[in-house]
């Protein structure tokens, strides 16, 4: 899938999110992303530091992956939680809220593709 053929809903929040403090990952980030859905078999998938879940949304609107995010903001966790709903992916979504430091000790799972995209 490309980037332009993401709903235009998630598009225009992705614009959005740009202004924001701690912005979501740009484009040349999330067409490399798409890429590496496209060519390789991917069928896990950890975000850390996934914010209000806008990138973890366009990878699970590009594959069939499970996908797992962390975020400490508890006002972003909301609002991913509200994002994964919307679009639908509340099955394929665990979200923890907290610190990715402690969190990611507790995971026990292998994932096929790690996102980490910080400030
Ligand atoms: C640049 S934003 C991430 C953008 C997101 N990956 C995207 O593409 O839409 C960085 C996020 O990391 C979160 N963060 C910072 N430190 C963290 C930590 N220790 N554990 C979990 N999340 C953290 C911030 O709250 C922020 O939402």
Not at 11 to 33: G, H, K, N, S
Not at 54 to 72: D, G, N, V
């Amino acid at each position: 899938m490309k980037l332009e053929e993401l709903d235009k809903r998630l598009l225009a929040l992705r614009t959005a999110a740009r202004e924001v403090r701690d912005p979501t990952a740009a484009d040349e980030t999330l067409e490399y992303l798409l890429h590496l859905l496209e060519t390789r078999e991917i069928r896990s998938i950890l975000e850390i530091g996934a914010a209000e879940g806008l990138t973890s949304c366009a990878l699970l609107s590009a594959s069939q992956a499970r996908l797992t995010a962390i975020e400490l903001d508890s006002g972003r966790a909301k609002r991913a939680r509200e994002h994964f709903e919307e679009f639908g992916f509340t099955s394929r979504v665990v979200l923890h809220e907290g610190d990715a430091g402690e969190i990611l000790r507790l995971l026990k799972e292998e994932y096929d593709l790690i996102f980490l995209y910080g400030t």
